[in-house]
């Protein structure tokens, strides 16, 4: 039996409302086809939204942005996704990417949430103040519910799931900070 459109539904609800029971269910129908729904429909949502609010859902454009943002986003979705299976092998929890692709897209869920924030943004210091710690609240809870899908997928415990999270942050910090150290030492041997 796979995915009805009521079982679809009660998915986004629980991911809002019981992010953790849902993320914790075992008996999940995998489908690789309603993850992408899901990534097309939040993506759709966010960007159609942005555009109404910045006034260019009637631009001539706005189909062609549309569609290059939905790839873009369904591609960066699937290299997120290809780029945690390869971590999660290095540590022998691999096998698992149509189930990380699943989850993942249930992740960015709280984007719709959005638009009704850029609306509060435009009354005045005060709306924008609280419209944009909102936004903040937001991009955590997505994070959370990031670590929540990783966690459920490779059963880590979750602080090893933010650690997972974080992991490409760090590792370019880090790139950045030797590459600094390595030129300035270069700079200044040859500059003797």
Do not use: Q
């Not at 019981?18 to 914790?24: D, G, L, T, V, Y």
């Amino acid at each position: 039996m796979g995915i009805t459109v009521d079982n679809y539904f009660e998915n986004l609800y629980s991911v809002i409302f019981s992010p953790k029971a849902f993320f914790e269910k075992n008996d999940h129908t995998i489908s690789i086809r309603v993850a992408i729904a899901n990534i097309l429909l939040i993506s759709s949502i966010a960007f159609t939204t942005k555009s109404i609010f910045e006034s260019n859902i009637l631009h001539k454009l706005f189909l062609g942005k549309l569609i290059l943002v939905l790839l873009g986003v369904v591609i960066t979705w699937f290299l997120t996704g290809l780029f945690f299976e390869y971590i999660a092998k290095i540590f022998n929890k691999g096998k698992k990417l149509n189930n990380i692709l699943f989850l993942t897209s249930y992740a960015p869920l709280p984007y719709i949430f959005f638009a009704p924030l850029n609306l509060l943004k435009d009354f005045g210091s005060i709306g924008y103040f609280i419209g944009s710690y909102a936004e903040f609240f937001i991009y955590l809870w997505i994070i959370f519910l990031y670590a929540l899908s990783l966690k459920s997928a490779y059963k880590l415990t979750i602080a090893r799931a933010f650690m997972l999270i974080f992991l490409p942050f760090i590792s370019i910090f880090f790139a950045i900070y030797w590459t600094i150290c390595f030129c300035s030492k270069l700079w200044y041997i040859f500059s003797i």
